[in-house]
């Protein structure tokens, strides 16, 4: 009701493996956890993550692992964040949205302390102050995220592709005019210094995350992307 929006929610319940559960798949068809998944992918068994749980999904995964763009090296990714975040001034954490009441404090002596992102995690978090609140600090720090993007709506809707039911659907959007719908970078830069700003951040994002992946990618791949339109 706040934002505007009319509409009934309905909670579907979770089926299958609970939230963040670290086990594996037992048998073909059994429903594992997101961290269950990641954890075989990243420790090459990819088949049995994927084979039975999502098959729809192998091929494409096979497909960008033989491209060098799959898996993601988190450990990679924890060494390139923790370098930006030594870099940071307790002003610069006190900036971020979910941090209050001194947080700022325990996050640079963490910082300080910690030499890969789980063993920062845990120097933070404590009963106050959740994992996933945890988890959104550091990352907006290293992404550079600041409180006032963190409060504000989408200023756009970016399409990463879509199918002839979905085309239709984004033709419905763009007569309604309730957010621009984006689908290429030119679209970005004839819209505003909003917009702009925020894809600028999507970009860094991206650019870093390029850095991460088995055949490191140049940046620009979100300017240069295009959204795949099956139909």
């Given at each position: 009701?706040?934002?505007?929006?009319?509409?009934?929610?309905?909670?579907?319940?979770?089926?299958?493996?609970?939230?963040?559960?670290?086990?594996?798949?037992?048998?073909?068809?059994?429903?594992?956890?997101?961290?269950?998944?990641?954890?075989?992918?990243?420790?090459?068994?990819?088949?049995?993550?994927?084979?039975?749980?999502?098959?729809?999904?192998?091929?494409?995964?096979?497909?960008?692992?033989?491209?060098?763009?799959?898996?993601?090296?988190?450990?990679?990714?924890g060494s390139i964040a923790l370098a930006r975040l030594r870099s940071l001034e307790k002003s610069d954490f006190a900036a971020l949205g979910d941090v209050c009441e001194g947080l700022?404090?325990?996050?640079?002596?963490?910082?300080?302390?910690?030499?890969?992102?789980p063993e920062l995690y845990e120097h933070i978090k404590t009963k106050r102050y959740t994992?996933?609140?945890?988890?959104?600090?550091?990352?907006?720090?290293?992404?550079?995220?600041?409180?006032?993007?963190?409060?504000?709506?989408?200023?756009?809707?970016?399409?990463?592709?879509?199918?002839?039911?979905?085309?239709?659907?984004?033709?419905?959007?763009?007569?309604?005019?309730?957010?621009?719908?984006?689908?290429?970078?030119?679209?970005?830069?004839?819209?505003?210094?909003?917009?702009?700003?925020?894809?600028?951040?999507?970009?860094?994002?991206?650019?870093?995350?390029?850095?991460?992946?088995?055949?490191?990618?140049?940046?620009?791949?979100?300017?240069?992307?295009?959204?795949?339109?099956?139909?």
């Amino acid at each position: 009701a706040a934002l505007g929006v009319e509409f009934e929610p309905l909670a579907i319940p979770r089926a299958g493996a609970a939230h963040d559960s670290q086990g594996a798949p037992r048998m073909q068809g059994e429903i594992a956890s997101a961290s269950a998944m990641r954890r075989l992918i990243c420790a090459g068994e990819w088949e049995r993550a994927m084979s039975g749980t999502t098959p729809e999904a192998a091929a494409l995964y096979q497909a960008e692992r033989g491209a060098g763009r799959t898996p993601f090296d988190y450990g990679l990714f924890g060494s390139i964040a923790l370098a930006r975040l030594r870099s940071l001034e307790k002003s610069d954490f006190a900036a971020l949205g979910d941090v209050c009441e001194g947080l700022e404090n325990r996050v640079y002596a963490a910082v300080r302390e910690a030499v890969s992102l789980p063993e920062l995690y845990e120097h933070i978090k404590t009963k106050r102050y959740t994992m996933s609140r945890v988890r959104r600090i550091v990352l907006a720090a290293c992404l550079g995220v600041p409180a006032r993007e963190r409060a504000c709506m989408p200023p756009y809707l970016r399409v990463l592709g879509f199918n002839a039911r979905g085309l239709e659907i984004l033709r419905s959007a763009k007569q309604e005019r309730l957010l621009p719908v984006v689908t290429r970078y030119a679209h970005i830069r004839r819209i505003g210094p909003q917009v702009q700003q925020v894809f600028s951040l999507e970009c860094g994002a991206g650019d870093l995350y390029a850095l991460c992946l088995p055949c490191p990618q140049r940046c620009g791949a979100e300017q240069r992307f295009i959204p795949a339109g099956i139909v």
